[in-house]
């Protein structure tokens, strides 16, 4: 089985961030790689803003947090980040034509040793593997938002993919903490998504219908499941940058009206805004103390 010891993370936004932390905090030595000095610039105040939910959530102590920040490093050159990689954990935007664009660059510079994956929420990893140069060596390693406190880690290989590598990463999840969750074939979102996307989508075109409120949506659902939040609560979680590229792709897909005008919604009033989810403090509701955390929401 391959030994993995350094990891790259390409893509420094809210998950890359947190997946190489992550992992630094674990042991690993690990390298953050995104296309300039700004995007850098803005992982480093994001993995900031995670310390004090590792300190509470986790109880870890500031000593252990500072010897996992010296572990990570930062590099606007893809050729440089890979150059010693064990494995490459791929976090960039969810566009199946810059993902592909990545992959034909990568494989030109990457150690022959180096393991692929991909953290897509939403594209299979067969159709990027022949962009990858080694399919056999490429699979899916999909995370979810503050992985700290949600740790599981999907894995979803092609039928191209070697089965000691599938095990590799199989172990390299329960080793940074993660709950190893190994699936037997190919699927459109994994487990996760698969059951969450059609809840935020529901969500997402009762708002864009004009059938209630945003407040009212998150409400009905809480009281009805005893759920802690609602799909525009999730929605903020898991970032309205990534829920755009998302959405805006099965719009287009599906030529779905409703789901294009909540799209466009979404880029217009919240994203140019900077209104971003949790991330930024603001997105449907307001950080950190959102009002359906408030004692009186659900009265």
């Known amino acids: 089985m391959t030994t993995i010891k350094k990891i790259t993370v390409a893509g420094s936004g809210v998950l890359g961030s947190q997946i190489a932390f992550q992992s630094a905090l674990h042991g690993y030595d690990v390298t953050i790689y995104d296309i300039n000095g700004e ?15 590792y300190k509470s959530d986790l109880q870890i102590s500031s000593e252990k947090l500072e010897e996992a920040y010296q572990k990570l490093q930062f590099s606007i050159s893809l050729q440089e980040a890979v150059s010693e990689a064990d494995l490459l ?25 180096t393991i692929f994956t991909t953290n897509t929420s939403t594209l299979l990893p067969s159709l990027l593997m022949d962009e990858t140069g080694r399919p056999e060596k490429f699979l899916a390693l999909h995370f979810a938002n503050e992985i700290w406190k949600h740790n599981t880690a999907e894995i979803m290989g092609t039928e191209k993919t070697n089965p000691e590598v599938f095990e590799t990463l199989v172990e390299f999840a329960k080793s940074i903490g993660m709950i190893a969750l190994p699936l037997k074939k190919e699927q459109p979102g994994y487990i996760l998504n698969t059951l969450l996307v059609p809840l935020l989508s529901s969500g997402i075109l009762l708002y864009a219908k004009g059938v209630a409120d945003i407040e009212t949506i998150d409400k009905t659902w809480m009281l009805g499941t005893g759920s802690p939040i609602g799909p525009f609560g ?3 979680v898991v970032g309205l940058g990534t829920v755009y590229h998302i959405f805006k792709t099965e719009a287009e897909r599906t030529g779905n009206e409703e789901k294009m005008k909540f799209v466009n919604v979404l880029k217009n009033q919240f994203i140019d805004a900077g209104k971003l989810g949790v991330s930024s403090g603001e997105g449907f509701y307001k950080y950190p103390n959102p009002t359906f955390q408030g004692k009186g929401f659900l009265k």
Do not use: H, M, Q
């Open 39 to 53: 995007a850098i610039e803005k992982s480093k105040k994001l993995i900031d803003t995670f310390l004090p939910r």
């Open 234 to 236: 999730i929605l903020d």
């Open 89 to 113: 954990i791929e976090a960039i935007p969810e566009s199946i034509g810059i993902k592909k664009e990545f992959y034909r660059n990568l494989s030109k510079i990457a150690p022959a040793k």
